[in-house]
Structure formats: structure tokens, C-alpha cells
């Protein structure tokens, strides 16, 4: 009973909250079909992680990762969770040969290990396998500008 009690209490203050934090978010964005756009673009990071997941998604239809890849990188270069996370679910498609540019792969790739993430060494060397030489050697001319 103490713990229906307690998670009864607990939604009570939710619900109370949530109204107020909801005005403080969404202040400046009206409700309806670009809230979420709206968010984003007013830095909220949760808004552009949802934004850059739905264009990830379509990416993998299309072949151009890069707008998820723009999204990603601005929330983990600031040290924002789901933006490492959707970066790193970029990383992975480019390194399979995903995107529709393997020269333009590969640079970004090497821009992002020079970031800091370590784990970029072994994609990069999987997307390499799948290239021609004439394209590993563009990428690597461009990498190296």
C-alpha cells in the first residue's frame, strides 16, 4: 500500500510540474506541427537528437548521412549523450559503405578520430576495404588538407 501511496504522490508532483516546465521549454514555440523544429533550432538537444534520428532513418533510404552526421556532431561535441550515440550510428553506416560518397565517407571519418573518437580506426579501415585506389587515394589527399 506504501508504495501505491508513493508512486500516487509521485505522479501527483509530475503532473503539477509539468505544466511549468512545459511554459519554460515551449515558450517560444508554438504548439503544432513544427514545435519540434522549433525546439530544435532554440538548441534544445532532446528536439534535435528526435530531428537528427528521423533524418538518420531517411538517410538510410537515401544514402546522404549528412544531415544526420551535422546533428550528431553538434550534440557530441558537446558532450551530449544521444548526440555520441546518433554520431556513432553514423560512423557505423559510413564505415559499411552506406553513404552515397565514399571519398566524402572517409574525410569525415578521419575529421571525427581527430575529435577524439578512438573508435573511428577500425571503421575507417572497413570503409578503406570497400574502396577503389584511385578513391582511397582522394580521400586520403583530402583527409590530409
Given at each position: 500500500?506504501?508504495?501505491?501511496?508513493?508512486?500516487?504522490?509521485?505522479?501527483?508532483?509530475i503532473?503539477?510540474?509539468?505544466?511549468?516546465?512545459?511554459?519554460?521549454?515551449?515558450?517560444?514555440?508554438?504548439?503544432?506541427?513544427?514545435?519540434?523544429?522549433?525546439?530544435?533550432?532554440?538548441?534544445?538537444?532532446?528536439?534535435?537528437?528526435?530531428?537528427?534520428?528521423?533524418?538518420?532513418?531517411?538517410?538510410?533510404?537515401?544514402?546522404?548521412?549528412?544531415?544526420?552526421?551535422?546533428?550528431?556532431?553538434?550534440?557530441?561535441?558537446?558532450?551530449?549523450?544521444?548526440?555520441?550515440?546518433?554520431?556513432?550510428?553514423?560512423?557505423?553506416?559510413?564505415?559499411?559503405?552506406?553513404?552515397?560518397?565514399?571519398?566524402?565517407a572517409?574525410?569525415?571519418?578521419?575529421?571525427?578520430?581527430?575529435?577524439?573518437?578512438?573508435?573511428?580506426?577500425?571503421?575507417?579501415?572497413?570503409?578503406?576495404?570497400?574502396?577503389?585506389?584511385?578513391?582511397?587515394?582522394?580521400?586520403?589527399?583530402?583527409?590530409?588538407?
Amino acid at each position: 500500500m506504501k508504495r501505491l501511496w508513493g508512486g500516487l504522490t509521485g505522479l501527483v508532483l509530475i503532473a503539477s510540474l509539468s505544466p511549468a516546465m512545459a511554459d519554460e521549454v515551449g515558450a517560444e514555440c508554438p504548439s503544432g506541427e513544427n514545435w519540434l523544429e522549433c525546439r530544435a533550432a532554440a538548441g534544445d538537444k532532446l528536439a534535435i537528437y528526435r530531428l537528427g534520428r528521423t533524418a538518420y532513418e531517411e538517410a538510410r533510404e537515401t544514402g546522404d548521412f549528412s544531415e544526420p552526421l551535422r546533428m550528431g556532431r553538434q550534440l557530441a561535441y558537446e558532450e551530449d549523450r544521444n548526440g555520441k550515440r546518433l554520431l556513432k550510428m553514423v560512423h557505423l553506416q559510413l564505415s559499411w559503405g552506406n553513404h552515397n560518397d565514399y571519398v566524402q565517407a572517409y574525410d569525415w571519418m578521419v575529421e571525427d578520430q581527430d575529435k577524439g573518437f578512438d573508435y573511428l580506426e577500425s571503421l575507417i579501415g572497413n570503409l578503406a576495404e570497400k574502396m577503389t585506389p584511385e578513391q582511397l587515394a582522394q580521400a586520403r589527399s583530402l583527409a590530409a588538407e
